[in-house]
């Protein structure tokens, strides 16, 4: 009897601890929850192009219009600024041509550059910096010399700037 006495209390206890351990699982599992979510995050490309429209002249005369429109389109998935510095390969080409007519969206900053008023959205494109080359009437033509008008573009981020003046003077480590 004693034998089965302590086999049945073996038993009793064994499904007592069994029937708290099973109770403390649903209890934790209950109370308890995980969730696991996984973000990437990839910076954002930065790209834009120039674009012209362009027809040299064959043999150039003193008081030539040249058409030349350059533009920056942006290919970034993200808004930008853009500025654009031109500058002639020598003087001697800059001597020979009227003063360039920029037009009323750009402005010309002490740095050199001229900056676009508004900030470019994805596939957008700016305005032509200007849309023409005009040699001066008053040149001699067999003194007219060749010469390259160089467009340079740079671009930074939309996001965080109000204007294209503050997010280059960011991107310049503050010069400007």
């Known amino acids: 009897i004693y034998q089965k006495m302590k086999r049945k209390i073996m038993i009793l206890f064994a499904l007592g601890c069994m029937t708290v351990l099973g109770a403390g699982a649903v209890t934790y599992a209950y109370l308890t929850d995980d969730d696991v979510k996984q973000n990437e995050i990839r910076a954002a490309e930065n ?3 120039i674009e012209e429209e362009f027809k040299p002249p064959e043999d150039p005369q003193p ?3 040249i058409v030349k429109k350059p533009w920056v389109v942006n290919d970034s998935k993200i808004p ?3 500025r654009i510095r031109v500058h002639f390969s020598d003087s001697r080409g800059e001597s020979q041509c009227e003063p360039l007519q920029i037009h009323r ?3 010309r900053q002490e740095d050199g550059y001229y900056y676009y008023d ?3 959205a994805a596939g957008e494109k700016t305005e032509p910096l200007f849309e023409r080359i005009q040699l001066k ?3 001699i033509k067999e003194e007219i010399c060749p010469f390259d ?5 740079e671009s930074v981020q939309a996001y965080g700037f109000t204007n294209a003046e503050t997010a280059f003077a960011a991107l310049d480590g503050g010069k400007k």
């Open 105 to 107: 969206k750009w402005s």
């Open 63 to 65: 008081g030539d219009v």
């Open 80 to 82: 930008v600024y853009v």
């Open 137 to 139: 009437p008053d040149l």
């Open 47 to 49: 790209k834009v192009h």
């Open 118 to 120: 508004n900030a470019l």
């Open 149 to 153: 008008l160089i467009v340079y573009t």
